[in-house]
């Protein structure tokens, strides 16, 4: 029993952080090292470690998933997910949830120093990918003494991570859950994305990423950033629904350039509340990793290739609004699977939210992870 | 096995056990869960109804929302012993191109659908001018899912036309088994067991 994690291991618990000395070889060709992950634990890990369930986050999550967010306060972001009596339980699962390297909230990145010059990298940070991202988790796992995951599960870009997972250790992973999420960022997602890259990078206050040292962050491009890429994640219904072309606390339009319509309030204070959370220049980067990221294209052409060397279980879910990561970015990775023989599993659910359902109530999507997780253990 | 409609209970007690299969239009996977759990089959299914797919997910089992006409063909070939298609062929757009598919994947495939030469519907439809609508075929003309209707001679024409071989052929009465004898004029259902 000797290998057991005990209560008072200082691994594991609510808001941890190592320093793991490295280096990780990066898609690049880059190395990195040491690296610096921030991450939590629930759960206890059972005697045969079978239980262990790593949580991969979305472009601006972090490794709150089910625990108070200590900037802003709120619940974990997938609480509905992840928590007492969930599909995802701490209960019966060791649940693993840590900072992408290249974020922002203890994991190494751009804001994080360097090292050799005791400086913030900025710019210098080496460029990463979604793989170097599963690379570091991976390196994480080895340091809490995790060999095989029970499942890896991620929507949105936490979905690529997911999905990356079998594909670079295809021994380490049993099921694969994945949702709202593609086996590749298209021209549209890229798109967007150097919009809001673009944003950031005409803000005056970014100085070519080196803004640390006064505190005058590029707020305002951030902001524009995080507007246009919100839009993405909502549905014209969803937007119809809830704002309309109401206006914001006003009878009449001013004829101005005034918040004028609730969309507009409600969008400008989206991208506000997110400068007060988030770097700049991680945006940046983890922006290009999801835009490099193409699973097919890292095996010579062919998804399904992918996949030949895992035996894993997969299931994916999407959404019918959701027009970020539609439903035919899914089919095309279950028929990949598919055509190599593999155990996969896929819905199309219905709700209004668009790509943001992944987030919000949708008790179909609990029954659906809840009963594909224990489907393993039959 | 007394909960599983009687086509599926003739399938089940006919599957070897250990074998990998497909059910094609597995509804809500009941018959894939007896599979697995009495026969240890390796059950994979394909289903057009979301909420279906949601509940046989819910109960562990792989199956991917997808349609029997146009996602077949990302199946390889060869790749499962049994192809089963219970109750769908009449609602696909193209049955023989569905079959075909289904003996391209799989090494056999069990058919099974309503016999709409049955004698009630002929009476319905000679007496009454109307097309049946019966205790195996409730719904009515134009909110029927059932777009081919197909007898079970006609099927055995198909069969004959196309090359298939027949393993097998069951006919059912409510839920027992009838004779093969005039099985197009009594039987309500059929189930056939084909090869390439």
Known sequence: MASLPRSDDSRFGLRRQVR???????????????????????????????????????????????????????????????????????????????????????????????????????????????????????????????????????????????????????????????????????????????????????????????????????????????????????????????FGRRLQGRDAKTFGFDADFQVESYLRHQGLSF???????????????????????????????????????????????????????????????????????????????????????????????????????? | MSALRPDLALIARTVRPGARLLDVGCGDGALMAVLRDRAQADARGLEIDPSNVAAAVGRGLSVVQGDADTDLRYYPDASFDYAILSQTLQTTRRPDLVVEELLRIATQAFVSFPNFAHWRGRISLLWGGRMPVTRLLPDRWYDTLNIHHVTVDDFRALVKERGWHIDGQWFLKGDRETTHANANLFAEHAVFLLRR
């Open chain 1, 20 to 242: 793991l000395a490295g280096p990780i070889a990066l898609s690049s060709g880059a190395s990195l090292g040491p690296v610096d992950i921030a991450y939590e634990t629930y759960g206890a890990m059972n005697a045969d470690k079978s239980n262990v369930i790593l949580i991969c986050h979305a472009l601006t999550g972090d490794q709150y998933v089910a625990s108070d967010h200590p900037v802003t306060g709120k619940p974990g972001w997938w609480w509905r997910m992840v928590g007492e009596g969930r599909p995802v339980d701490p209960a019966r699962h060791f649940i693993i949830c840590s900072n992408v390297i290249g974020s922002c909230m203890g994991s190494s990145g751009p804001a994080s120093l360097d090292p050799a010059t005791g400086e913030p990298h900025g710019m210098r940070f080496p460029v990463l990918t979604i793989a170097d991202m599963v690379r570091a988790q991976a390196a994480l796992l080895d340091h809490l003494g995790v060999e095989r995951l029970a499942a890896v599960i991620g929507g949105s870009m936490g979905g690529m991570q997911a999905l990356t997972w079998p594909t670079l250790f295809p021994d380490r992973v049993e099921s694969c859950v994945v949702i709202a999420s593609t086996a590749r960022h298209s021209a549209q997602n890229i798109a967007f994305h150097e919009v809001g890259r673009q944003a950031i990078m005409a803000d005056p206050r970014w100085r070519g990423g080196d803004y640390y040292a006064d505190g005058q962050v590029p707020s305002a491009g951030l902001a524009v950033a995080r507007m246009a890429a919100h839009i993405t994640y909502l549905s014209e219904a969803g937007l119809t629904e809830k």
């Open chain 1, 275 to 378: 400068v007060d959370r988030f770097d700049a220049n991680s945006y940046l980067y983890i922006t290009r990793a999801m835009d490099y990221y193409d699973i097919a294209e890292d095996h010579g052409g062919s998804l399904a290739r992918a996949f030949a060397a895992t035996s894993a279980r997969f299931c994916l879910v999407s959404f019918d609004t959701d027009w970020l990561y539609p439903t035919a970015e899914s089919r095309i990775i279950v028929h990949a699977l598919n055509a190599g023989g593999a155990q996969a599993s896929f819905v199309e659910l219905s709700s209004p939210f668009g790509h943001d359902a992944f987030l919000l109530e949708c008790p179909e999507l609990n029954r659906v992870v809840d009963g594909f997780l224990r489907g393993g253990r039959a």
